[in-house]
């Protein structure tokens, strides 16, 4: 991230074009996103227009809707809210487990294309790119056939002998893992293959020269060259996967919002919120914010320790 | 693990390919074989629609991947190669916002804040918004590379008396390369994919293929979507075959040369 | 501190956007803002070469998707969209839809008469009949043989049903056929008619599998879900796949809807858009939109013109006893928070 994670010495050997080098970036992205967002911002603490928009008058009940329960009618004492939080914590939890998933298969498939000769390893990172050209609701529609009580896969398992009765997949939380897995697993092989291809095997053949168990060399001599890659690979599907609406619409059944519904039906819902879709957008803005700042943080602390 | 993860990558495109062929309406009942949707997609009335939204597609992911790869590789050395400066961790919050931002609402803000600019809305704002949402994806795998090489390959070169665009093109862009291509290739597919931000800030007939496609998929999925992801997927196909092939001449007459660090 | 930086950001917006043509509104242009998958393109071709208007289509998944993008600045466009009969009503209280003069359309008398004088359009001053039909909901006869003509199929269902419902992931349509359930009327401002609904919906949550509108076909078609609420053309078209569905005419009430073409305030190629909307009102013209949709036209002598199956398809012709249809009615802001409410708390 911020900081070289991996432990080798800081080189500045571009400082003095730091600043036209970063350039580029800071514009594209703060006149086109910034800008925008800062809109957003602003509409958050706006009132809103009945069926979407927003009134040019100061108010706080976004952030008020958010928190506090007021009952059915809105005029009942005021408790904490559970809704937005439940809605909230369901997300981080499921992209979180996604995270988890691809990081556990990722690694290897980075590691196993990483292991092939030079020739063939871009092939194989475009096979991996590849289905990625099928749009991604046609995936999951795919996917959705391919896993239905009665679709193939419990076809085959049932054939098989490995199971007796149909698996019940489709509309479950495995499902919906499934499909975030699915969507965002090449965000996680790509970054880490880059790091893992510029491992040098020769160090692991050292250190089991000298008796370092597999453990301690994937700990101790592997981890440190490629935690950028893994870190990065790990934002890339965090991030998204919190705010994906197509896998659980699709292939959770649609049952339980997620944060990236709850925010679409705000502004394209029934009443039209905005500023309530602005907020709840600017609330997981600043967690996932303090998360990556954090991140940065402890990252450096534990290379200075 | 690498075949597992190809096994589940490609299940469901086996499916879209079976379908591709199946005689019947329905995505969901087997009618037989069938070329009728083939058909329909090169000689059907939306043929032409098609092929624009394609072109569009394809000529959109790879201008917006690599103008957004350029702009990344920069900021990855102007970050990672830059020493320690304050406002880093401001830039780094700059450069990964497109990816905090929900969706809908980068989509409803831009499209609010270009008619407030009077940006026209056509293949222009879908490319700008474009680049932006694809520098992240393009930066994390490039600075995660940056931040495995060693400066003192760049030291040596400059010692030498090299200058920055002598030591960046001849040292450090071969040793950044993979990174790139990871870069550069999420960027493609995340561009290829967008429907969201696309479909609201597109300017009237302009068509990508996820905006042409959803309105097919809304009565269910019509199996001459199912063809043309068949036909992207053979496309995708034989560019990977082409490179292969270009890179096996390219291996040739190159094998005299040094091994690069590649 | 947008003031400030307008020029800037002007002169930047006019450098970026320099490169392309702008969409002007040139002369002989129709731009449609319309449902995917709603009109066969050859209907829009025959309509160019008879006029030699070249139409552009940009499509919408949702009349709340259309709305937003609409208020969100695309107003100025497009010429014509095609809303549903409640978001009629909400765009003429926005105050986004022209009027059409007086005798403007040539073809104006050929629109049946049950859908001359609309409660969501008053006199038809903003718009014509596009499609209609029904919405109600599809039970699986190879699972359950009881009655089905009611909506407890839906809120509580017997035992072979149980979990295998799928609901229309639309708002309007499920609070309206609750209140049917109910028997209470729609936009209720009644406390206790209010708390009944929520808490019918959180009872009824857990007999359902899913919520999909896009699906609402497939998943009768292959099985995943016994009963489902769907639209009649939608529930045709399954049954044509294959599924041994029947569509219900619930003794509680009929939702019907209907789908119309409007004319938007700051259409850019006005002239033309009211020509659109006379070649609509042609009964070939609009039969073939039928023919294609599978609902029903609301302009005269359409019916000779259909397929033989549409005719005769049990999903567009109600039993002699079916009640008359219901409009998903627009509630007021009070209601409509409370009906929100009570849908975040139905999906959270």
């Known amino acids: 991230m911020a900081e070289p994670a991996t432990g080798l010495a800081i080189s500045a050997s571009f400082r003095p074009l730091r600043v036209w080098l970063l350039l580029p970036s800071w514009l594209v992205i703060g006149f086109f996103l910034l800008a925008p967002v800062l809109v957003m911002l602003v509409y958050s603490f706006l009132t809103k227009e009945f069926r979407g928009g927003v009134i040019w008058e100061f108010s706080l009940a976004a952030y008020d809707q958010f928190v506090f329960d007021r009952g059915l009618f809105g005029d009942e004492p005021p408790t904490i809210e559970w809704t937005y939080i439940t809605i909230f914590a369901r997300s981080i939890t499921q992209a979180a487990l996604a995270t988890v998933f691809c990081l556990v298969i990722g690694f290897p498939t980075a590691f196993f294309i990483a292991t092939r000769s030079p020739a063939t390893r871009s092939i194989w990172l475009f096979l991996v790119t590849v289905p990625y050209w099928v749009n991604l609701l046609i995936r999951t529609v795919s996917m959705k056939f391919l896993i239905r009580d009665n679709g193939p896969l419990n076809e085959l398992l049932l054939a098989l002998g490995v199971i007796s009765e149909p698996l019940a997949m489709i509309n479950t939380n495995f499902a919906v893992q499934l499909g975030l897995f699915y969507s965002y697993l090449p965000f996680m092989v790509l970054p880490v293959y880059a790091s893992v291809e510029r491992y040098d095997f020769s160090l692991s053949e050292a250190a089991a020269d000298l008796y370092a168990g597999r453990w301690t060399i994937l700990r101790r001599v592997l981890l440190p060259v490629v935690r950028p890659g893994i870190i990065a690979g790990c934002i890339l599907v965090f991030v998204p996967s919190l705010g994906a609406f197509l896998a659980p619409d699709l292939l959770g059944g649609a049952k339980n919002f997620m944060i990236g519904s709850l925010i679409e039906e705000q502004f394209k819902g029934n009443a039209g919120n905005w500023p309530f879709g602005a907020a709840a957008s600017m609330i997981l803005l600043t967690l996932v914010l303090l998360a990556l700042l954090l991140l940065v943080r402890q990252q450096r602390t534990t290379e200075a320790g | 693990m690498a075949v597992l993860c190809l096994t589940v990558l490609y299940a469901p495109l086996l499916v879209v390919m079976a379908y591709s062929f199946n005689a019947s309406q329905s995505i969901t009942v087997w009618g037989g074989f069938s070329w009728r949707w083939y058909e329909d997609i090169f000689f059907g009335l939306e043929a032409a629609k098609f092929k624009t939204a394609a072109w569009n597609s394809v000529t959109i992911a790879t201008a917006a991947a690599t103008a957004a790869t350029i702009i990344a590789t920069a900021a990855a050395i102007g970050m990672v190669r830059g020493g320690a400066f304050r406002g880093r961790q401001v830039s780094f919050a700059l450069l990964s916002m497109p990816i905090m931002v929900p969706e809908i609402v980068t989509a409803v803000a831009t499209l609010v804040f270009f008619s407030a600019i009077g940006f026209t809305l056509g293949y222009s704002s879908i490319l700008v918004a474009h680049i932006v949402f694809c520098i992240p994806f393009a930066y994390l ?6 931040e495995g090489i060693e400066g003192v390959y760049e030291e040596a070169a400059q010692d030498l008396y090299a200058n920055r665009w002598q030591v960046f093109v001849h040292v450090l862009f071969p040793l950044m390369a993979p990174g790139v291509l990871a870069g550069f290739l999420l960027a493609f597919i995340i561009s290829l994919d967008d429907f969201i931000i696309t479909n609201f800030i597109k300017g009237a007939g302009v068509e990508t293929l996820p905006t042409a496609i959803f309105g097919a998929v809304k009565q269910g999925i019509k199996p001459n979507i199912m063809a043309l992801s068949t036909i992207m997927l053979l496309l995708s196909l034989l560019l990977v075959t082409v490179s292969l092939i270009v890179g096996r001449i390219g291996l040739k007459s190159d094998r005299s040369n040094h091994d690069r660090d590649g | ?80 969209a095609v809303p549903g009969d409640y978001m009629v009503e909400i765009m003429i209280g926005e105050g986004m839809l022209d009027m059409i003069a007086e005798g403007e359309l040539a073809n104006v008398g050929n629109i049946e008469k049950q859908w001359l004088d609309v409660p969501f359009d008053p006199g038809r001053k903003h718009s014509i009949p596009y499609q209609w039909g029904s919405t109600s909901f599809s039970v699986n006869r190879d699972v359950y043989d009881g009655d089905i003509r009611t909506t407890s199929i839906i809120f509580d269902p017997p035992e072979e049903l149980k979990g295998r419902v799928n609901i229309l992931d639309a708002q309007g349509e499920v609070m ?34 899913s919520f999909n509108s896009d699906g609402a076909k497939d998943v009768l078609v292959s099985g995943d879900a016994a009963v489902g609420m769907i639209w009649n053309g939608f529930s045709a078209k399954a049954r044509a796949e294959g599924a041994n569905i029947e569509y219900s005419y619930p003794r509680e009430g009929l939702i019907v809807w209907m789908d119309n073409v409007v004319l938007l305030k700051d259409a850019p190629n006005r002239a033309n858009a009211i020509r659109f909307m006379d070649f609509l009102l042609e009964p070939e013209n609009i039969a073939a939109v039928t023919n294609f949709a599978q609902y029903s036209a609301g302009v005269m002598g359409v019916t000779d013109l259909l397929d033989d199956a549409l005719k005769s398809q049990p999903e567009s012709i109600p039993p002699a006893d079916a009640p008359a249809g219901t409009f998903v009615q627009v509630c007021d802001q009070a209601t409509q928070e409370v009906y929100d409410a009570i849908w975040t708390r139905l999906k959270k």
Request: with cysteine.
């Open chain 2, 141 to 146: 795998p490039i600075s995660a590379r940056l």
């Open chain 3, 176 to 209: 309206l056929l609750a209140s049917m359930h109910l028997g209470i009327p729609q936009c209720s401002t009644d406390r206790d008619q209010l708390k009944a609904l929520d808490e019918l919906l959180q009872g009824a949550k857990q007999h359902w599998a």
């Open chain 3, 1 to 80: 501190m947008i003031t400030k930086n307008r020029s800037v950001l002007a002169v930047l917006a006019i450098a970026v956007s320099g490169f392309t043509a702008g969409t002007a509104a040139a002369e002989g242009k129709l731009s449609i803002y319309h449902w995917f998958e709603y009109i066969p393109q050859e209907l829009l071709d025959a309509f160019s070469a008879e006029t030699g208007i070249e139409v552009t289509m940009d499509t919408y998944d949702s009349n709340e998707a259309m709305l937003a993008t609409l208020k969100a600045g695309k107003l100025g466009s497009y010429d014509v």
